[in-house]
């Protein structure tokens, strides 16, 4: 019998902006995740084009998410850093996909329906089939586990749901060929910690995101300390003081967005905060919050400002790194082949 290994993929888009949000949803779990996981980590540019974008700007960001995963403490040697167009077999798995997943599935994707917004006619068709893309990226490689931020937890759903029809089609080939726990796991979500949804410090009720027109509403990872102070206390809030745990948090989302920011950053529990801020007013919250952020955000832009100093280095561990994914991904790619009868 053939057995799965544990292995983490994840990926962020290089459309620019790169938040806190980001970050303390993504990146920064990444991190974590390589002291005891196979960790491979893409920058994820053919969804980027999903929505146009200016070619320079493009490579630009592509460079900077690749130096904000090194800056964050993901180790190029020891897992994989590569941007997903320069492995073939990402868009040629998405296409058998396109041909598994249903439109029925895609069209309830929320992310779909926010992007495309009232003018969907003229929404790209691969904004549409983003989510069959994004399951070939994990499935490629057989990933089992996924950290992602709360809002891609539909598209994660879907990507098992794919995994589980294709191994259903195609289970007599499959179990011809030795596999008897079907041939694609079916990838788990991380989603964890205190800031899995980071939300805008303008509107509480909006997620902090990289398309936002106002950049007070998010502090950008190559913001310099005055900036990140800046947003900080300029921050919307109410007037009450924190309360002493998390149930006085409720209807207060400006405050528990604050205090889930302060907990991820501090590697402490919302309760834990609250137990030492709670009856605070809100400038004096501030102004440890500012403290703590510079210190743990302020290093991390100071050294993305450095590696993209020097972009053919970038570029090198970029392209080590797809050569290595793609000894992974070309042999799962061709089984794939096999099970579904094309001729190789
Ligand atoms: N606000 C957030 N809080 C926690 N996690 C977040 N993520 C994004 N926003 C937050 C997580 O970051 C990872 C990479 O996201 P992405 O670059 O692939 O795309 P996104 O989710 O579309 O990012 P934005 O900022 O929200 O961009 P726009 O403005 O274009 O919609 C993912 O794991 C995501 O969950």
Same mark, same amino acid.
């Given at each position: 019998?053939?057995?799965?290994?544990?292995?983490?993929?994840?990926?962020?888009?290089?459309?620019?902006?790169?938040?806190?949000?980001?970050?303390?949803?993504?990146?920064?779990?990444?991190?974590?995740?390589?002291?005891?996981?196979?960790?491979?980590?893409?920058?994820?540019?053919?969804?980027?084009?999903?929505?146009?974008?200016?070619?320079?700007?493009?490579?630009?960001?592509?460079?900077?998410?690749?130096?904000?995963?090194?800056?964050?403490?993901?180790?190029?040697?020891?897992?994989?850093?590569?941007?997903?167009?320069?492995?073939?077999?990402?868009?040629?798995?998405?296409?058998?996909?396109?041909?598994?997943?249903?439109?029925?599935?895609?069209?309830?994707?929320?992310?779909?329906?926010?992007?495309?917004?009232?003018?969907?006619?003229?929404?790209?068709?691969?904004?549409?089939?983003?989510?069959?893309?994004?399951?070939?990226?994990?499935?490629?490689?057989?990933?089992?586990?996924?950290?992602?931020?709360?809002?891609?937890?539909?598209?994660?759903?879907?990507?098992?749901?794919?995994?589980?029809?294709?191994?259903? *089609?195609?289970?007599?080939? &499959? $179990?011809?060929?030795?596999?008897?726990?079907?041939?694609? !796991?079916? #990838?788990? /979500?991380?989603? %964890?910690?205190?800031?899995?949804?980071?939300?805008?410090?303008?509107?509480?009720?909006?997620?902090?995101?990289?398309?936002?027109?106002?950049?007070?509403?998010?502090?950008?990872?190559? *913001?310099?300390?005055?900036? &990140? $102070?800046?947003?900080?206390?300029?921050?919307?809030?109410? !007037?009450? #003081?924190? /309360?002493?745990? %998390?149930?006085?948090?409720?209807?207060?989302?400006?405050?528990?967005?604050?205090?889930?920011?302060?907990?991820?950053?501090?590697?402490?529990?919302?309760?834990?905060?609250?137990?030492?801020?709670?009856?605070?007013?809100?400038?004096?919250?501030?102004?440890?919050?500012?403290?703590?952020?510079?210190?743990?955000?302020?290093?991390?832009?100071?050294?993305?400002?450095?590696?993209?100093?020097?972009?053919?280095?970038?570029?090198?561990?970029?392209?080590?790194?797809?050569?290595?994914?793609?000894?992974?991904?070309?042999?799962?790619?061709?089984?794939?082949?096999?099970?579904?009868?094309?001729?190789?």
């Amino acid at each position: 019998m053939i057995e799965l290994k544990q292995r983490v993929f994840s990926g962020v888009q290089p459309t620019g902006n790169l938040h806190l949000g980001n970050y303390l949803g993504a990146i920064a779990r990444f991190a974590e995740l390589q002291n005891s996981h196979e960790c491979i980590y893409c920058v994820v540019d053919l969804h980027a084009i999903t929505v146009w974008q200016d070619p320079a700007s493009l490579a630009h960001n592509t460079r900077e998410v690749t130096a904000a995963y090194i800056a964050a403490g993901i180790n190029p040697q020891d897992h994989i850093i590569f941007n997903q167009s320069q492995v073939a077999e990402h868009a040629e798995l998405a296409w058998m996909f396109n041909c598994t997943a249903r439109i029925g599935w895609l069209n309830r994707m929320t992310q779909f329906k926010e992007k495309a917004g009232k003018n969907r006619e003229n929404a790209s068709v691969g904004l549409y089939a983003y989510p069959n893309l994004m399951a070939a990226d994990i499935l490629v490689y057989r990933a089992t586990h996924v950290p992602v931020g709360e809002d891609q937890k539909q598209h994660l759903e879907l990507s098992r749901d794919i995994a589980q029809k294709f191994n259903n *089609d195609f289970s007599e080939q &499959i $179990a011809d060929l030795g596999y008897n726990d079907g041939f694609f !796991p079916l #990838p788990e /979500p991380l989603i %964890t910690g205190p800031a899995t949804r980071v939300m805008s410090l303008r509107d509480g009720s909006k997620k902090m995101s990289k398309s936002d027109p106002s950049d007070l509403s998010r502090i950008n990872l190559t *913001d310099d300390a005055d900036t &990140i $102070a800046k947003k900080i206390r300029k921050a919307k809030t109410d !007037p009450e #003081p924190l /309360p002493s745990e %998390t149930d006085g948090l409720k209807g207060r989302p400006e405050a528990e967005n604050l205090v889930g920011i302060f907990a991820a950053l501090s590697g402490a529990s919302a309760d834990e905060v609250l137990r030492t801020h709670g009856g605070a007013q809100f400038s004096s919250f501030k102004q440890d919050l500012v403290n703590l952020a510079v210190e743990k955000m302020g290093p991390i832009g100071a050294e993305m400002q450095k590696l993209m100093d020097d972009t053919a280095h970038i570029d090198a561990i970029l392209g080590d790194g797809a050569a290595r994914a793609r000894e992974i991904a070309a042999p799962v790619y061709a089984e794939v082949k096999k099970i579904a009868g094309l001729i190789a």
